[in-house]
């Protein structure tokens, strides 16, 4: 019942001067609104950022031929690098990597696919068995190219889903023979892919299978691995090396960078997680910054109030009233304030977000923005903090009001 008395006298101090207590709550509430929505957005960013990132290996390094730009040993520039099997065991036999693969293309990077008088133009990918690694395929049906199939080389053929689904048209396509670019092909494979339908309409064949069916003898057009997380931070550093060796067999400067192109993935979603977490730093600077406002109007609208009920304060202290219980009192009067405000701002903030991620078309820019439960909770334990803080200055000021001085200025 105590409680409850203090509840009811907490909420008629308050509604002495209505609009008053209105614009300064609406001060804070603006303020957790703002941070929380601030923060959705940041997240929703995030999001879409990784989703980007959801096809290729976060881990991975992407080595591309390319063409001299600096001359080396009297060779010209302009000379084409041209990558070789020997350069794939290389590196698997020499360099600290988790996965490996190469990749080699024919006649371009598509072809026909056939099956049962049904046909269209699939991308075609001839590639070692860590590749699936590397493009995050997941198997649906049967198995992925394995050892067994490059060294025999093996006419056998792994198809995505939408492969699948226009020569298939729901058969079970495993054990069947397609048609590619000419010659059969056994699929012994369905995957899907999280890069989407255009990912799922690749075909994967073994490299040796292809290198011999289609001309390319040794050749590769990319290498690609992936390192453990023990070796995240030494990327450069392993990169460097692969090239330095890679500089070595085919005669270029390894300081060239159009000799070879690299696409280290790993640098750049380092570099990113680093700009999402400056991201975070300002988001918390402006939001808490806004919030702060709020909590300095609090603070002297409790200093005002106190002047106010100077006369008031007097004389409970005139009957036996401890300064304890006057801190407390004005304490717990612009803490209600606070905590009523920011969670209401708090509420509207997650209301809109929950909006938008329910009505928000897809985008280029924000998925899935939201606010998880711990800025939550930082935030409403900053609210309940920076009330207190609000309100001791005034408490204090209260809790020296002497009741003769107060009774005489009433």
């Known amino acids: 019942m105590r409680a409850l008395d203090r509840v009811r006298e907490l909420a008629e101090s308050l509604s002495r001067h209505p609009l008053r207590t209105f614009l300064t709550m609406l001060s804070v509430g603006w303020g957790t609104f703002v941070l929380v929505v601030l923060l959705g957005a940041g997240t929703g960013l995030q999001n879409h950022v990784e989703w980007m990132f959801r096809d290729d290996a976060t881990n991975s390094v992407w080595i591309y031929e390319g063409e001299t730009s600096l001359p080396f040993a009297g060779t010209p520039v302009g000379r084409p690098v041209r990558l070789r099997n020997a350069d794939h065991e290389m590196v698997r036999d020499t360099v600290d990597v988790d996965r490996l693969t190469a990749r080699f293309y024919f006649r371009g990077r598509s072809a026909t696919a056939a099956y049962a008088g049904r046909s269209a133009g699939f991308g075609v990918r001839s590639v070692h068995p860590d590749h699936r690694y590397l493009e995050n395929t997941q198997m649906t049906a049967g198995r992925f190219i394995n050892a067994l199939d490059l060294n025999k080389r093996r006419k056998v053929a792994v198809i995505g889903q939408e492969v699948s689904k226009y020569l298939f048209r729901g058969a079970d396509p495993l054990g069947e023979w ?153 304490v717990q009067e612009a803490v209600l304030m606070t905590a009523v405000s920011g969670y209401s701002g708090i509420v509207a903030g997650v209301v809109l977000l929950e909006a938008v991620r329910a009505w928000m078309p897809e985008n280029d820019y924000v998925r899935d923005p939201q606010v998880t439960l711990l800025p939550a909770a930082v935030a409403a334990v900053l609210l309940v903090l920076f009330g207190g803080v609000a309100g001791f200055i005034p408490a204090s000021r209260a809790a020296r009001i002497q009741p003769v001085d107060a009774l005489r200025d009433a």
């Open 178 to 330: 397609i048609d590619v670019a000419g010659v059969p092909m056994r699929v012994v494979g369905v995957f899907e892919d999280s890069g989407g339908e255009g990912e799922e309409r690749q075909i994967y064949l073994p490299i040796t299978t292809a290198q011999a069916a289609f001309g390319g003898y040794d050749h590769i057009d990319q290498l690609m691995f992936t390192l453990t997380d023990a070796n995240i931070d030494s990327s450069k550093a392993i990169t460097a090396q692969v090239t330095a060796a890679l500089a070595g067999r085919h005669g270029f400067d390894p300081a060239d960078k159009q000799a070879l192109r690299i696409r280290d993935n790993i640098e750049g979603y380092q570099r990113i997680q680093q700009l999402f977490t400056l991201l975070d730093s300002f988001v918390w600077l402006v939001g808490v910054g806004t919030v702060t406002v709020g909590i300095v109007g609090v603070g002297n609208i409790m200093l005002v109030a106190v002047r106010e009920r100077t006369a008031e304060i007097g004389l409970r202290k005139a009957l036996g009233a401890t300064p304890g219980s006057i801190v407390s009192s004005v």
